[in-house]
């Protein structure tokens, strides 16, 4: 089993930024494939950005050249920096995980393990 906890969530004005830890613990036997996702009220839980077991990264059309994905292996932690922030980036971000992956996959399905989620919420 793998334990996920997030933080770094809160509010903040439009044009602000945010940085979403993503701390890792238990049977850490990683790296693991990485992924970040949210879930805004009334939609689904859509994919934001991944990570790979190295350092190649993808993100959702929505957040590139805002949002950076990253990862420190010695601490088991990922970040997402998120800069620029709108309105409609307010939601519960999760940190999800998979030992299974070899590339971040952007369905959530494709992940075993996530966190409890950290709610971000962007006022305009």
């Known amino acids: 089993q793998v334990q996920l906890v997030e933080s770094g969530g809160g509010l903040v004005q439009a044009g602000g930024s945010l940085r979403l830890s993503c701390v890792a613990s238990?049977?850490?036997?990683?790296?693991?494939?990485m992924g970040w996702f949210r879930q805004a009220p009334g939609k689904e839980r859509e994919f934001v950005a991944g990570?790979?077991?190295?350092?190649?990264?993808y993100y959702a059309d929505s957040v590139k050249g805002r949002f950076t994905i990253s990862r420190d292996n010695a601490k088991n932690t990922v970040y997402l920096q998120m800069n620029s922030l709108k309105p409609e980036d307010t939601a519960v971000y999760y940190c999800?995980?998979?030992?299974?992956?070899?590339?971040?996959?952007?369905?959530?399905?494709?992940?075993?393990?996530w966190g409890q989620g950290t709610q971000v919420t962007v006022s305009s």
């Open positions: 999800a995980a998979d030992g299974r992956l070899t590339v971040a996959a952007m369905t959530a399905s494709s992940y075993a393990y």
């Open positions: 238990g049977r850490t036997a990683g790296p693991y494939v």
């Open positions: 990570i790979s077991r190295g350092t190649y990264t």
